[in-house]
């Protein structure tokens, strides 16, 4: 028997494109991983996110704009690697044109995972370091559980902690530093 045989070959974006319409996965090292139904303070902290980051940063409401700002598209960081963060923005300056079809293969410029039980250690592990290692320059994780926002920008040495803040607390929070935003916020308060 042909050793290669005995292990199916690595998953990419088509395999993801084959998938039926319903079903939400992603591809890590190589394989296909669903990613659960969210719960309600998974939803509601990342639909949050959204509506308070796309007024000023992506229509330029109260905000300096400059920002493509997504929820659930599929990114790809390489061959075996199809993301689909909660939410993902673009820099114009760099991506001039609003990024369009699925997947995506142009890098982003910052990412926001909600963590949950079935996702946490892939979000603080596995995907912590595939951002790393892509360039993402800014990623950030909020935990609905212990209501607290984490923001990690890139450094030569990997990534550092920028920022951490909890559900109290009003933050100038990078790559969006220009606005204040109230963690609270992020968990229905």
Not at 154 to 168: F, I, M, N, Q, R
Request: glycine residues 8%; hydrophobic residues 40%.
């Amino acid at each position: 028997m042909n050793p290669a045989s005995r292990h199916p070959p690595l998953a990419t974006a088509a395999d993801l494109a084959a998938l039926p319409d319903d079903v939400s996965a992603e591809v890590i090292g190589g394989l296909i991983v669903e990613k659960a139904a969210p719960s309600y303070e998974h939803g509601e902290a990342q639909s949050s996110l959204a509506e308070l980051l796309k007024p000023p940063f992506q229509r330029g409401r109260g905000g300096p704009g400059g920002w493509w700002i997504a929820t659930e598209v599929e990114i790809v960081l390489a061959i075996h690697e199809v993301y689909r963060p909660d939410v993902v923005g673009w820099r114009r300056e760099r991506v001039g044109a609003r990024p369009q079809g699925r997947p995506i293969s142009v890098r982003p410029d910052w990412v926001a995972e909600v963590l949950s039980v079935t996702n946490a250690e892939r979000d603080l592990g596995t995907k912590l370091f595939a951002y790393q290692h892509a360039g993402i320059p800014h990623y950030w994780i909020i935990d609905p559980e212990h209501q607290t926002l984490t923001v990690y920008r890139l450094s030569a040495e990997g990534y550092v902690v920028a920022l951490t803040a909890g559900k109290a607390d009003r933050v100038h929070a990078p790559p969006f530093a220009e606005i204040e935003l109230a963690v609270g916020e992020l968990f229905g308060e």
